[in-house]
Each structure stands twice: as C-alpha cells, then as structure tokens.
C-alpha cells in the first residue's frame, strides 16, 4: 500500500514575502490606489521546483541534501504548515510531523502540563496522553520534576520531554527533521533506538538529516533532494556515497573550491581554495590531535569589500557545529579590501580535537550578515591520534567528545613539609 | 479523504480546550493580581468616568445610579475588547506553532476569545454586588444574561478573526488595533445612555453591534426598561455577518499564514 505520495510538488516564494515584517497594510493601499500593474517586481525563489515520489507503507526513508535544497519545505508541505504552489499529495493514515522537540511549550506550565499541551498539539486524544503520561516521564526521566514549572529545566531535560512526547505519538507515518543534532551522546542514541523500534513497528517514516551515519543506519532508501528536485533515489548506501562525493574529497592537504558549481551567497566575493598548512607554511600530509596548524583561506574579491567577515565551522561526522572562528571576533578587522586575490590564515595554536573525521565549512560575509559566499562541509580533516601526552596511549575518541591537552601534576598538597 | 474546516476544527476540539486552559493559567500565574485584574480594570475605568463624566459633566443615566450604569457597560466592553485585541495577536504571538505543526488555525483565536469569558464572569459577580451597594436588585431578566454572551462572543470573534488575519499580513495593523478598539468604545453607549443621542441618530447606532448588545445586557440586569428584541436581533444578525466574513477571509489566507508571519 502506497502512504505518501507527491505529483509535481512546486513551491515558490516571491523573495520579498520571504522577509518578516516588511508589508505594511499602508503600502497595500496605497498600491491598490495606484493600481496593481505597476507593483514591485518581486523575485522569485523556486524552493520546490517538481518532487515526485511514492513512498510504500512501512518504509523507512531518509532525505538529504544541502541547505537550501528543499528538504525542510517539502516536510512542510506534507505536513500541511504551508501549501504547495501546485502539484498535489495524498497521504495514507494518521500524518504527525516533528519538525521540532518540544513546539507549544510554555515556560511557566510544568512539565506535566506541558506534555498535555505539545502532545495535544501534535495531534493526540487528552485520554491518550493520560494513558501514556507515566510511559513519557520516564522515558524523559524527568520524574521528579515532572509538577516543576519548565523555565526551571535545563535545556536538556526539556529536549528529552520534547523528544518523549513525540516518540509516543504513534501515527501511521512519521516526519521528522533533523532533531537529533543536539542533546547529548547518550539520549541521542537512545532516540536513534527509538526510532529504529518505529521501523519494526510497520510505520512509514520520512527523516530528514544531515547525520549520514544515522541515515545510513535508519534507512534502507534514501531520497537526495538538490535544487527542490529529486536528484537521486536508491538504496541509502549508494545515495548516501554519492552525496558525500559531491563534498570535498578527503584531500590531505586541502581543497580547490574554485571548481564547486552550487554556493549560496551574492558572489562579490568567493572562496576558490583551502590549504593545511603547519607553522613553517609546509603542506602538511597528515593532521594529528593537540597539533599546531594553520587554514589558509584562499579566496577571490570581485569588487572592493568595504568589511569582509571570513569564517570557518568545524563540524564533527555527526553534523555536531564544534566551533566557529571567523575574524569578526577575533580580529583584525579587514576594511577595504581590494578586489583580487587574497589568502587568509587562521591559526590554531593547538587542535583540541578528538582523532575522527571532520568537516569544515567556510564562509565569507559582509555586515548585516550580507553573504557573500558560503561553502558548508566543503573541506574534510581527518584528524590522527598522536603521542601527545607521551605515554604511548595516544589519544582515544572514546575519552569524550573535544580534546582536552590536560596534564596532571602532584606534589601540591602532599603531607609532611609543615 | 480531507475532511472539511469544520470536521476538523471538531476533531480538534480537545486542543481548544488545552490552549484556553494554557491562556487563563499563563495570564494569572504571570500577572502580580492574577484574578484581580478582571476587575480592576472596569472598576478602574468606572470610577473615572464617574469622577469626570457622572458628577463634573452630570451625564443622565437612564435613572441608575451612574456608577452602575458605567461599570455594567465597563464589564461588557471590557470583555470584548480585551478579547479583540488579544486574539487579533494571537497569530502573531503563536507564529512559532504555525510554522512547526499544523492544526486546525482557527483554534488559536478561538481560544483567544474564549480565554478571557472567565474574567467577564467575575466582572459580572462584582457587578452584582454593586448594584447591591446601591440599593438595587437584580431584576428577573437578569437570567437572560448567558443567553447574551454568545451574542458577544461571536461578535468578538468575527471581528478578531478579520484583525488576526490582517495582523500576519501586514505589520502596522497591531499598532492600529488599540486605536480602533479606543473609536469603538466611544461609538458605543457606556458611558453614556442611548437616550441623549438625537432621535434622528439613533438609526446609527445599529450600525454598531456592540451598542445593542451593551444595552441589551444593561436592560436585562436592571430592568428598567424594556428589551428591546428588535436592537439584540440586528445585533446578532451584524454579529453573525462579521463572523461568517470573518471565517471566510481567514479560511481563504490560512494556507499562506506559515510562509508570510
């Protein structure tokens, strides 16, 4: 049986709707006074431009693809928070969307009341809450605060309500955006654990994640969305190496940006490379934790930039944002800069980072958050575990998830010497 | 098969329930007077109108003394135009919800106008009492007084549903909404009766719904007069009129609520 599928899903935004605030019920009449014909030429953004899929009942689905690509819009668009342009769906059975853990909390009501609230929300019968409230709690294990005021939750208790909530929705089909990005390792994995027990379940799910390994893990077929199309649509393994191979390939020194076809951003300035360099400006071949190092951003300026913010993001393989360091906070401030080429450097005095894989995206803006350019995940680091604190144990991953270049000391307080 | 808005509004009719709930306990637990507020605010106002208008500019009030006659419209107008302007927010306010999950839209104004028919119950107590400060007796028609809440809340409602939907399309509305509730107390017999307007006008006046039914919940409680059917009958007839374009322009602009608030 057929539970979801789209015909020609088109969905455009005229650009000057997409800004919040910017109508004026003034300006509305006073164009209608005017006339119509003569209004703004509004741009068009075609964030759906033709989905079409089926998708059968207990298949489990992931959807990728970049920022941008339309993932986002088209579970909005199943999931009935906007409309399409055209085209049409139909869907098989009770529909519940979480496209976020956790909508409809209020600070001031208690945990229990607020499960009442966001499970209703989401769709659920008051006797059905009632019937799964203790399931939930403890699920969440928040039992003992469960009659406390939620302004008084760390953020993390309130996801895994959030998320405890939704993991006992129990619809006919499932969507669910990438929600598991944040929270810690171990209430990540047991939502991961979840999730995998609504797949036995005989339930339909559509996930969308930036989280390949989790992907890969859920989903026996993946669905690439790029430039609101379906790109490709297979066996998550295949679509999955696919979309990777379109990031950079794991160079070891670094990348050649120049060539990559599809970036966000105005374009008076662009990234055309990245480099790893260590402290004597060598192409370094490896990169090891606790390492010195430098990422020389090569870029190319079309016109004079009045103040250029460059960035680079450290991600872990798990979409994790690790860091940001762009020299806007950091000093020193590039006014005027010519247009041409230019590289910039960043170094790092030590990488505080665990051996594993790493993605790094690079940006160039303008104030007000103009974009220029923006590359996400373009670079790959592979990090290597080295000898740093010379016991020959190296460094494990499994110690956590940064490293910490720590060392112990004794003696302090050690008796005796009155 | 798509049910239609109706089914599923009623499908979702437990949801009401929760957001009216969430409505009032948020309102008293964050407000310092909490339940007093209902009151204050039309004894408040009251006590001025009274200062200014019943004892400096000697006002007529129909033979009551004015300060019942003053807070017995405060308490009406009180509802409705809390009502009003916070359901007409409501969207704006709830813009997070819109865009995470879907529901049936109507529920958040609803329950916006829903949520404040409490606060006008005890108004009513209080206004009871008053009159019993005053000498007065409630008369037997008083009874009819929850016949007249539905008349008003469909007023409110129609009218927030037309402001809310405004409100997530064009910005500058909020700022207009305070005014227009101002022009509309004015516009309606509070804090004057409908016998010092000119006979010539007074066909006007039932243009304004809300004046017939502030008056139709005056004459019920204290029965001094007739009511009169004919002013409540057009004022529910207008009432239902706004409502039903209310639904209809919010129905009709619902679907683009998520991509332009």
């Known amino acids: ?418 | 098969m798509r049910r239609n808005g109706l089914q599923e509004f009623w499908a979702y009719r437990e949801l009401l329930f929760f957001m009216v709930w969430r409505d009032l306990k948020v309102r008293y637990k964050q407000t310092l007077l909490g339940v007093a507020w209902a009151v204050i605010q039309p004894l408040v106002s009251t006590l001025i109108f009274f200062l200014f208008f019943g004892k400096m500019a000697k006002m007529p009030s129909d033979g009551v003394p004015y300060p019942v006659f003053a807070y017995l419209g405060m308490a009406v107008w009180t509802y409705f135009s809390g009502a009003v302007s916070y359901a007409s927010n409501s969207l704006v306010n709830n813009s997070q919800l819109l865009t995470k999950v879907w529901f049936p839209r109507l529920i958040i104004p609803t329950a916006g106008v829903l949520s404040l028919l409490p606060d006008f119950l005890i108004a009513s107590v209080v206004g009871v009492a008053l009159m019993f400060i005053y000498g007065l007796t409630p008369a037997w028609t008083f009874l009819l007084w929850p016949l007249l809440v539905p008349v008003m809340v469909v007023l409110a409602l129609g009218a927030s549903l037309i402001l809310a939907t405004l409100n997530v399309r064009y910005r500058d509305v909020k700022y207009a909404i305070p005014f227009l509730l101002q022009m509309w107390m004015f516009l309606t017999p509070i804090i004057y009766p409908v016998s010092i307007v000119p006979e010539k006008w007074r066909a006007l006046l039932l243009l304004n719904p809300m004046g017939g039914v502030v008056d139709a919940f005056r004459a019920t409680a204290l029965g001094n007069r007739p009511l009169e059917w004919g002013t409540l009958a057009a004022a529910l007839g207008l009432g239902l009129l706004v409502l039903l374009i209310g639904l209809r322009y919010f129905t009709r602009a619902e679907r683009e609520f998520a991509d332009v608030i």
């Open chain 1, 1 to 418: 049986m057929i539970a979801v599928s789209a015909h020609d899903i088109r969905k455009q935004y005229r650009l000057g709707e997409l800004k919040q605030g910017d109508t004026m019920l003034r300006e509305a009449i006073v164009g209608m006074l005017r006339g119509r014909g003569r209004g703004r030429q509004l741009e068009i953004l075609h964030a759906l431009a033709g989905v079409d899929f089926e998708i059968h009942q207990g298949e489990v689905v992931g959807l990728i693809g970049r920022n941008g690509a339309g993932k986002s819009t088209l579970l909005k668009v199943l999931s009935r928070i906007t409309y399409p342009t055209s085209g049409h769906f139909t869907t098989n059975g009770r529909l519940s969307a979480m496209l976020e853990v956790g909508t409809g909390f209020h600070e001031e009501l208690t945990g229990r009341e607020n499960i009442f609230m966001n499970g209703s929300i989401m769709g659920m019968k008051k006797a059905e809450i009632a019937a799964k409230i203790d399931q939930i709690v403890d699920f969440a294990g928040v039992q003992r605060f469960i009659d406390t005021p939620i302004k008084r939750y760390s953020s993390g208790m309130r996801l895994r309500l959030g998320f405890a909530v939704a993991a006992h929705l129990d619809p006919d089909i499932l969507l669910v955006d990438e929600v598991l990005a944040v929270g810690d390792a171990e209430f990540q994995k047991k939502c991961l654990d979840s999730m995998d027990e609504l797949r036995g379940g005989g339930r339909t799910v559509i996930f969308v994640s930036h989280n390949m390994a989790a992907v890969e893990n859920l989903c026996r077929r993946v669905i690439w969305i790029d430039k609101g199309r379906v790109h490709m649509d297979g066996p998550a393994e295949e679509v999955v190496r696919a979309y990777m191979g379109t990031f950079a390939s794991a160079q070891a020194g670094g990348a050649d940006l120049a060539a990559i076809g599809s970036r966000a951003g105005s374009g008076q300035a662009r990234l055309t490379g990245a480099e790893f360099l260590d402290r004597q400006g060598q192409t370094l071949n490896f990169i090891r934790s606790g390492d010195a190092l430098t990422v020389r951003v090569r870029t190319v300026l079309h016109e004079t930039i009045p103040d250029l913010h460059v960035g680079v993001e450290i991600r872990n393989e798990m979409g994790l944002l690790l860091s940001i360091s762009n020299n806007w906070m950091t000093g020193p401030s590039l006014v005027r800069v010519p247009a041409g080429d230019h590289a910039f450097d960043l170094d790092i005095e030590a990488l505080h980072l665990m051996p594993g894989r790493y993605y790094l995206t690079l940006w160039l803006k303008g104030p007000d958050s103009r974009n220029y350019d923006l590359l996400e995940n373009c670079l790959v680091m592979d990090v290597e575990t080295s000898d740093w604190y010379g016991t020959g144990r190296g460094i494990d991953p499994h110690f956590g998830l940064i490293f910490m270049p720590a060392r112990w000391r004794t003696g302090a307080l050690s008796g005796g010497d009155a």
